[in-house]
């Protein structure tokens, strides 16, 4: 099978600040709108590649401004969701999406069960092997998962009027402590797994990860319009980081 990546492309994923002392572990599935030349943008203009169907806008500089203010590891993916979904179960039709929010994705109708799987070897699994190293080697040590997206104000006509939303699977202490730590801060109402929830039959990252190592998971969803330039995304990962001041400064969590 041919390498998906040319040598002088980025490899699947990156991990910045592998040896970050904290204790949380940060996450970006969505980071990225590239996609591998070999795929020849999927058949999609610049204009559908910038947009919220490619990439979490705006999330990477949160997560890489949070890496820092948390001295926590950081996994981003290098590749466009639209290539194939570092949080989606490989085994879903939605893995490698024919459409997204009603624009079909030329370079992904009728794939082979070849080039999904050359996909999945080449961007989903490296991704995931990694993070579940990091998680094996911190056994012992406090580890909490914070995955970071970010959602259009606008979907279907439907506005969405949290700046920012907690979302989890399960009701946690730690997701009620990030609730409340973040909407001390806050005059907007923070969502409370809105608009998303997460879905073990839906989401990948969080459901698997922490089934896999029993650590405490949240995923912070960020709407793209707060954060569409370095310096709303770098006041917001200011927020975040003083909430998590908070909620580490409060007694363990014992889950
Ligand atoms: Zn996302």
Same mark, same amino acid.
């Given at each position: 099978?041919?390498?998906?990546?040319?040598?002088? =492309? !980025? $490899?699947?994923?990156?991990?910045?600040?592998?040896?970050? %002392?904290? $204790?949380?572990?940060? #996450?970006?599935?969505?980071?990225?709108?590239? &996609?591998?030349? %070999? +795929?020849?943008?999927?058949?999609?203009?610049? %204009? =559908?590649?910038?947009?919220?169907?490619?990439?979490?806008?705006?999330?990477?500089?949160?997560?890489?401004?949070?890496?820092?203010?948390?001295?926590?590891?950081?996994?981003?993916?290098?590749?466009?969701?639209?290539?194939? $979904?570092?949080?989606?179960? !490989?085994? *879903?039709?939605?893995?490698? !999406?024919?459409?997204? *929010?009603? &624009?079909?994705?030329?370079?992904?109708?009728?794939?082979?069960? %070849? /080039?999904? +799987?050359?996909?999945?070897?080449?961007?989903?699994?490296?991704?995931?092997? *990694?993070?579940?190293?990091?998680?094996?080697?911190?056994?012992?040590?406090?580890?909490?998962?914070?995955?970071?997206?970010?959602?259009?104000?606008?979907?279907?006509? #439907?506005?969405?009027?949290?700046?920012?939303?907690?979302?989890? =699977?399960?009701?946690?202490?730690?997701?009620?402590?990030?609730?409340?730590?973040?909407?001390?801060? +806050?005059? *907007?109402?923070?969502?409370?797994? =809105?608009?998303?929830?997460? /879905?073990?039959?839906?989401?990948?990252?969080? !459901?698997?990860?922490?089934?896999?190592?029993?650590?405490?998971?949240?995923? +912070?969803?960020?709407? @793209?319009?707060? &954060?569409?330039? @370095?310096?709303?995304?770098?006041?917001?990962?200011?927020? &975040?980081?003083?909430?998590?001041?908070?909620?580490?400064?409060?007694?363990?969590?014992?889950?």
């Amino acid at each position: 099978m041919r390498p998906l990546l040319d040598s002088s =492309e !980025p $490899d699947s994923f990156e991990l910045v600040n592998a040896t970050g %002392q904290g $204790d949380v572990v940060l #996450v970006c599935d969505h980071a990225s709108n590239r &996609i591998p030349i %070999q +795929l020849h943008t999927l058949g999609l203009s610049a %204009q =559908e590649l910038s947009s919220h169907i490619a990439w979490d806008l705006g999330a990477f500089w949160v997560a890489r401004y949070l890496s820092t203010r948390l001295d926590a590891p950081l996994f981003f993916s290098n590749y466009s969701r639209l290539v194939i $979904d570092c949080n989606r179960n !490989p085994e *879903a039709g939605d893995s490698i !999406p024919v459409s997204s *929010a009603g &624009i079909a994705i030329p370079g992904n109708q009728g794939i082979t069960p %070849q /080039e999904s +799987l050359r996909r999945r070897q080449s961007l989903f699994d490296p991704y995931h092997a *990694a993070i579940d190293r990091l998680l094996q080697a911190r056994a012992g040590r406090a580890s909490f998962l914070l995955s970071i997206h970010s959602f259009t104000p606008v979907l279907q006509g #439907v506005k969405r009027p949290w700046p920012l939303a907690v979302c989890y =699977e399960e009701a946690s202490l730690w997701a009620t402590r990030w609730l409340t730590a973040l909407q001390t801060q +806050l005059s *907007a109402a923070v969502g409370n797994n =809105e608009p998303f929830q997460i /879905e073990s039959d839906v989401d990948y990252t969080i !459901p698997v990860h922490v089934q896999k190592h029993g650590v405490p998971a949240i995923m +912070l969803e960020i709407r @793209q319009d707060e &954060i569409c330039n @370095q310096a709303a995304a770098k006041n917001w990962s200011e927020i &975040i980081g003083n909430a998590w001041q908070m909620i580490s400064s409060e007694t363990p969590i014992i889950e």
